[in-house]
């Protein structure tokens, strides 16, 4: 047995540092943020295995976003599976401020002032359903312009990307050719507005096309590693494309949720294997957490390492 080490810590320590005593802590979530340091080394300096994030659009509305930028940019992952509402966050944010709140403000005054709340977040709507409706309807006339008619998600991801400045994830997908694939395309004021322009122009969303991307990505990789923040339609879809390959071989969630529901978002690994979404034998962690805790920490030690 290994015995349990306080920590030491340092003024000037390094993040690295910080991870692998939290391993030798043996403490609780501490632990397995550790672990999951160390599959995500492991995952990313394996050059053959075809590598996933996955993550929910809350997180793009905070600082977080700079942080999955900069995996982006730095050519972490093969690709990207998210909701339309980080397509409307990462865009809007290239051109507007989002501000910092309180989980307990008043949200009908809030209501009133045209400010709308997520968690402790605050947009307002110049900041969010205004700059967005005039940037697509700029972006989806350009498009059609060029005589583009039909589109997959991972297309119009790039061709949003390509139009906006390098704070954003889809500009760093877009210039690293990583395809962003958002299942839930409609589901989002992004996706409103492909809707909005679609009644007059014959422009088409070609979710098909998607899947047959995923599928030629997967039935080729040697092996599969993924990072899976929060849960919903994009973790169920990286673990889905990975059952036709039987399983990933590195996988790391990052939840708050809980199991006993029954949900997908708060399924373990555990779980997936019995699936065959995960292998049996791959190497796995899961850090109950929130991501915007957990993320930051995990990145500053993996830059370290890698």
Not at 8 to 17: L, N, Q, R
Not at 81 to 106: E, N, P
Request: with cysteine.
């Amino acid at each position: 047995m290994e015995k349990v080490k306080d920590f030491e810590v340092t003024k000037g320590i390094s993040a690295d540092k910080i991870a692998k005593q939290m391993r030798e802590s043996g403490g609780f979530t501490a632990k397995n943020l550790a672990i999951g340091v160390d599959i995500l080394e492991q995952m990313l300096k394996d050059e053959k295995s075809l590598n996933f994030l996955s993550f929910p659009a809350c997180i793009v509305a905070t600082g977080t976003r700079g942080i999955i930028k900069d995996m982006v940019k730095r050519k972490w992952f093969s690709v990207l599976v998210t909701t339309c509402g980080t397509l409307d966050h990462d865009l809007a944010r290239c051109y507007k401020d989002y501000y910092q709140g309180d989980f307990f403000m008043d949200d009908k005054e809030l209501h009133r002032k045209s400010v709308s709340r997520i968690g402790n977040i605050l947009v307002p709507n110049e900041s969010y359903g205004e700059i967005i409706e005039e940037k697509m309807l700029k972006f989806l006339n350009e498009i059609y312009a060029e005589g583009k008619r039909e589109l997959a998600t991972y297309e119009l991801c790039w061709e949003i990307g390509k139009r906006l400045d390098e704070s954003s994830i889809l500009y760093w997908c877009w210039k690293n050719n990583i395809p962003v694939i958002v299942p839930g395309i409609t589901d989002g004021a992004v996706g409103y507005q492909l809707w909005q322009f679609s009644q007059d122009h014959e422009l088409k969303i070609n979710v098909l096309k998607d899947e047959k991307l995923l599928s030629d990505m997967v039935w080729q990789a040697k092996r599969s590693g993924a990072l899976i923040l929060g849960g919903g339609i994009s973790k169920h879809h990286v673990l889905w494309w990975n059952l036709f390959k039987n399983g990933l071989d590195y996988a790391v969630y990052i939840t708050t949720a809980v199991e006993y529901d029954g949900s997908l978002s708060g399924a373990r690994p555990r779980e997936a294997v019995s699936w065959g979404k995960i292998r049996e034998k791959a190497k796995t962690a899961i850090i109950e957490a929130d991501a915007t805790i957990a993320l930051p920490i995990m990145f500053a030690a993996l830059i370290e390492r890698l």
